[in-house]
């Protein structure tokens, strides 16, 4: 029973290009949650989707980020025109219902040069 | 509290001795608590959880101990192993209705053989 799949692990862009960043969460699990870690800091959490939805999304930046995870297929995390401050782990989370145990994926790792 | 971009506090102890882990909360309106476990280049793990209507909660080798009064929670590990070496980080839920979790700042725990 795969765990949370995420890809890229690892993603280089260089400033200005866009970053896809992909979420397959558990079998059975409707929830996604994404979270941002920057180096020897705490998950910060960004955005709260189940399936064709936004639940919540305070901890989005206004600009440049968004997230979807459509009915059929992955969640995506797009960052469009990069900069170096997006430099971070991204993780990906799911959970059957929208309490309980939170299972996270192995992240992705976004370098902007 | 939230890190602000220091290094990680760390904990070093003996292999076979019990190591604490401390993190205060930030609201004392959260009402669900969790310590993940993360090793390096991997997402966050599950260790145990508790709730705000108990102050201890066992598990293997880990205990959790809450104390509301002061928004402090604490992680026991018994008989420490070369393989808990690894960051902690306790997280708090400040919503019931979902899993938008508010992650401190981490103790790397190095364990010394």
């Known amino acids: 029973n795969a765990g949370v799949m995420q890809n890229p692990r690892h993603l280089v862009r260089r400033r200005g290009q866009e970053a896809r960043l992909r979420c397959s969460p558990m079998?059975?699990?409707?929830?996604v949650y994404w979270y941002r870690q920057l180096p020897e800091e705490g998950l910060k959490f960004m955005v709260y989707l189940q399936k064709e939805n936004i639940i919540d999304e305070s901890g989005m930046p206004k600009e440049r980020f968004s997230a979807e995870f459509p009915k059929e297929g992955p969640s995506i995390l797009r960052i469009q025109q990069v900069v170096r401050g997006d430099s971070a782990a991204y993780f990906c989370?799911?959970?059957?219902?929208?309490?309980?145990?939170?299972?996270f994926g192995e992240g992705s790792r976004l370098t902007v040069l | 509290g939230e890190s602000v971009g220091l290094h990680l506090p760390t904990l070093s102890v003996q292999e076979g001795d019990n190591s604490i882990i401390n993190c205060a909360y930030s609201n004392s309106a959260s009402d669900y608590f969790i310590w993940y476990k993360q090793e390096s280049g991997k997402g966050p793990q599950f260790i145990i959880d508790i709730r705000s209507n108990m102050d201890k909660r066992q598990g293997q080798r880990v205990t959790v101990l809450l104390n509301k009064t002061v928004k402090h929670l604490s992680l026991q590990i018994a008989a420490t192993q070369p393989g808990d070496s690894a960051v902690y980080f306790c997280a708090e839920n400040l919503d019931n209705a979902g899993n938008m979790l508010t992650f401190g700042g981490g103790t790397r725990l190095m364990v010394k053989p």
């Open positions: 079998k059975g699990h409707s929830h």
């Open positions: 989370a799911s959970s059957q219902q929208g309490t309980g145990e939170l299972f």
